[in-house]
């Protein structure tokens, strides 16, 4: 059983930084991944950005490239996304969520995740 908790969304100008969290309640497998989802307002819900648990591997939107970076702390059993440069295009919902591995070319799937954050609202705007 897997619990997250998403936050650190909040309201910023356009060309500012937030950092979003993402702490999960149970033990995550050093084989499985975190990714950050979002769903801005009358859109569907978006893949953001993925890393593998061990940070072998990270995966990024072309929306986020050069933008944001994902990461994890794994004695605290908790992810980051790091969110700079921020645009009024980024705002929206964003979620965390948990997978059990990672598949090649495959991770930017919903489906592909087990576990999500109640998400966190992030607003750009002047």
């Known amino acids: 059983q897997v619990q997250l908790a998403d936050s650190g969304g909040g309201l910023v100008q356009p060309g500012g930084s937030l950092r979003l969290s993402c702490a999960a309640s149970?033990?995550?497998?050093?084989?499985?991944?975190m990714g950050w989802f979002r769903q801005a307002p009358g859109k569907e819900r978006e893949f953001v950005a993925v890393?593998?648990?061990?940070?072998?591997?990270?995966n990024y939107a072309d929306s986020a490239k050069g933008r944001f970076t994902i990461s994890r702390d794994i004695a605290r059993n908790t992810g980051f996304l790091q969110m700079n440069s921020l645009k009024p295009e980024d705002t929206a919902v964003y979620y965390c969520?948990?997978?059990?591995?990672?598949?090649?070319?495959?991770?930017?799937?919903?489906?592909?995740?087990?576990?999500w954050g109640q998400g966190t609202q992030v607003t750009v705007s002047s």
């Open positions: 969520a948990v997978g059990a591995r990672w598949v090649v070319g495959r991770m930017f799937l919903e489906r592909e995740y087990d576990y």
């Open positions: 149970g033990r995550l497998s050093s084989n499985g991944v």
């Open positions: 890393t593998r648990w061990n940070g072998a591997s990270s």
